[in-house]
């Protein structure tokens, strides 16, 4: 899978050198550690499905790319945050 044309300006157009970084240092500080807040694991969680329903998981994260212990607690988190809605 190529890139569409926008993809390929919006490369050239950073190779060129033309973007810069506008957050400043206070900023990403408090970003990073924001982050490094969210990815801290620290408890765990043990629950009862349905084979079937492990079966499927499973099989999304495999098409995901990812375990699926990470790709559930992805949508855990995203359902919490209010990111995860119904189609």
């Not at 550690?33 to 043990?46: E, Q």
Request: hydrophobic share 35%; glycine share 4%.
């Amino acid at each position: 899978m190529g890139l569409t044309r926008e993809e390929k300006d919006l490369l050239r157009s950073i190779e060129r050198g033309e973007w810069r970084a506008t957050t400043r240092k206070s900023e990403l500080r408090k970003y990073e550690a924001a982050a490094r807040h969210m990815m801290k694991k620290d408890a765990r969680l043990n629950i009862r499905i349905s084979s079937h329903d492990l079966e499927s998981l499973q099989k999304i994260a495999i098409e995901e790319g990812l375990p699926y212990q990470t790709f559930v607690s992805s949508l855990l988190h995203k359902y919490v945050i209010g990111r995860l809605v119904e189609a």
